[in-house]
């Protein structure tokens, strides 16, 4: 059984995001951990894609987006969302779940449901202090850059519309961690 969460970023730093999922960060302050020569330490084991970013760097690809529509240019703005989906340790056991095949419905996942948005998936073979839990972080873009059909979670037509933004309603929750337990 896996759980879903949900976390809104108004960082402007798109980069940050990536830098989180690929290196070690302390998990009470979420400062980068660093070695003794006072280096960020590379995560290992994880896997890590990009969706909808034509070939460029999540980050550079968000910031191209961002000016062509005029969109999250204000501090307050909701820049990024990031949803996690967190696999019980016992899944790799008796069900044979694997960092491959979690990158994989991850992946599935994103596309099903953040469609027309920039995206990373990253998946983590264990969660803090290696409980074993693997997980899997999809970060999208708040902005959508292509029309898309209208999902049952939308509300509103502007939900479908390219150079509007994704909003995390209720609902859209209750949906997605519906469709969570559904395709894990």
């Not at 820049?79 to 994989?104: C, E, M, W």
């Not at 939308?154 to 994704?166: F, I, N, Q, V």
């Amino acid at each position: 059984m896996a759980t879903f969460k949900h976390i809104s970023s108004k960082n402007a730093d798109y980069g940050a995001a990536e830098q989180y999922l690929t290196f070690e960060h302390d998990e009470f302050t979420m400062k980068p951990t660093l070695d003794g020569n006072r280096q960020i330490i590379p995560r290992t084991g994880y896997l890590i894609s990009s969706l909808n970013c034509g070939g460029e760097d999540f980050a550079i690809a968000c910031m191209r987006s961002n000016l062509k529509y005029g969109k999250n240019q204000k501090r307050e703005d909701v820049k990024s969302h990031h949803y996690i989906i967190s696999f019980d340790p016992r899944d790799a056991q008796d069900n044979g779940l694997t960092v491959d095949r979690a990158q994989q419905l991850g992946e599935q996942f994103c596309k099903a449901h953040f469609p027309g948005h920039q995206a990373l998936v990253c998946t983590h073979p264990d969660g803090h202090n290696h409980s074993g839990n693997i997980h899997v972080h999809i970060v999208i873009n708040s902005l959508r850059i292509a029309e898309v059909p209208l999902l049952p979670y939308m509300e509103r037509p502007a939900d479908t519309r390219e150079g509007c933004k994704h909003r995390c309603t209720d609902a859209a929750m209750e949906y997605f961690k519906a469709e969570v337990m559904i395709r894990t």
